[in-house]
């Protein structure tokens, strides 16, 4: 009894000491830890902290902790990337919503599914990033895994549209100029808003001029209020901001809601115009024709 009292009081005293090391950041530390008792790093997995020692490297940068973790033991430490805390954040959560890119990428290198790993509140580690303003992190969990941008948040939320509304200029950019598809930026959440309604909603100028700029934003997208970004707009109170987006958006070609033409009407109006221009090509090719047989 004695003795199984002492080896439990024992390796609780090294989970302890391997605790703080992961604190501290001490590498020395963690190698004498691990010439004591090989399976520290196992039982840490299972023990009563909420934390991994990797959890807690990633969560304050220790870069050197996180590699000598990575290389004593690949195998454990892939494990350990797949570990969640109490609010279901993994290893990657914590690196990535501190900004500490060395870390992110060796978990990457470990183990890039983790990308794909939701925490309690349905978040992954991009979301994370994005939120902070991380823009390198942003790039490197993109380039790891594309697919994760179009996991959506409750009620539909974009990672374009979480990057809005924390009002994340740089992140958005890297979002857009990464995937550069259309069905991405004009992406809807469960209001029918895109992300250019969210921007004008929340007055980013900035962020509104950017995504006109682009050649792939529906500017008379009309969300399930039946209101396009131009009638958000017109719905606020006029200030210097509110004016400005007024009139990038009239310049982008923006129309309210009411004059926006429905579907079949649009697809009538095309056929229209595609039957103007080629009525304007035909004689021009008469005349070419004439040309060159007087020629």
Not at 42 to 69: Q, Y
Not at 123 to 134: D, E, I, N, Q
Not at 192 to 203: I, P, R
Not at 269 to 279: G, K, T
């Amino acid at each position: 009894m004695d003795r199984k009292f002492g080896e439990q009081h024992l390796m609780r005293e090294r989970e302890k000491r391997l605790y703080e090391a992961s604190v501290d950041g001490s590498v020395n530390s963690l190698k004498q830890l691990m010439k004591e008792d090989p399976l520290a790093l196992a039982r840490a997995s299972v023990t009563c902290f909420d934390e991994t020692p990797l959890h807690i490297a990633a969560m304050l940068g220790h870069l050197d902790f996180a590699k000598a973790l990575a290389s004593h033991k690949p195998d454990m430490a892939m494990i350990m990337t797949t570990a969640i805390d109490l609010q279901g954040r993994s290893p990657l959560h914590l690196a990535s919503a501190n900004g500490h890119i060395e870390i992110v990428n060796i978990l990457l290198s470990l183990n890039s599914n983790i990308c794909l790993i939701c925490d309690e509140d349905g978040r992954t580690p991009l979301h994370l990033a994005v939120m902070k303003g991380h823009v390198e992190v942003t790039r490197e969990l993109v380039r790891a895994r594309p697919e994760v941008t179009g996991h959506k948040l409750d009620h539909g939320e974009t990672i374009l549209h979480s990057s809005v509304r924390h009002n994340r200029l740089g992140a958005l950019k890297m979002l857009v100029e990464s995937v550069r598809e259309a069905e991405f930026i004009n992406a809807r959440d469960d209001y029918g808003n895109t992300v250019l309604h969210t921007a004008t909603t929340l007055k980013q100028l900035e962020t509104v001029r950017y995504l006109l700029n682009g050649n792939m934003v529906e500017v008379n997208a009309v969300n399930e209020s039946g209101l396009t970004a131009l009638d958000v707009i017109e719905h606020m109170p006029r200030d210097l901001k509110s004016t400005e987006i007024r009139e990038s958006l009239s310049k982008a070609g923006a129309l309210r809601a009411r004059n926006v033409p429905a579907n079949g009407e649009r697809e009538i109006a095309m056929v229209i115009e595609e039957s103007r221009l080629d009525s304007v090509a035909q004689p021009l090719d008469v005349s070419n024709r004439v040309r060159d047989d007087m020629l």
